[in-house]
Nanobody, 115 residues
Framework: QVQVVESGGGLVQPGGSLRLSCAASESIFTIYSMAWYRQAPGKQRELVARITRGGSTNYADSVKGRFTISRDNAKNTVYLQMNSLKPEDTAVYYC?????????WGQGTQVTVSS
């Protein structure tokens, strides 16, 4: 099981920015994909952004143009840069690691967008 540790959540005003980090305990080169999901109160968990081992990315329509997923191979870490944040981005954000067909999840980090 891959250990996954997230950081970087917090409270930010609408229009502001945050960067989330997700560190994996295994080499990123053995991981098929790393992704960020989020879950708002009363809603289902949804995919926000994913990056594969080959570098391909995909985003939820609601965050395209505002969020960017990237990775640092040397640190086995994936980042989610979130700009132009909106109140509807408020949620617990979870990092997902898919390795050899198995999913591992972090504990989640709260992002609150409010004035």
């Amino acid at each position: 099981q891959v250990q996954v540790v997230e950081s970087g959540g917090g409270l930010v005003q609408p229009g502001g920015s945050l960067r989330l980090s997700c560190a994996a305990s295994e080499s990123i080169f053995t991981i098929y994909s790393m992704a960020w999901y989020r879950q708002a109160p009363g809603k289902q968990r949804e995919l926000v952004a994913r990056i594969t081992r080959g570098g391909s990315t995909n985003y939820a329509d609601s965050v395209k143009g505002r969020f960017t997923i990237s990775r640092d191979n040397a640190k086995n870490t994936v980042y989610l840069q979130m700009n132009s944040l909106k109140p509807e981005d408020t949620a617990v954000y979870y990092c997902n690691v898919n390795r050899f067909g198995n999913d591992s999840w972090g504990q989640g980090t709260q992002v609150t967008v409010s004035s």
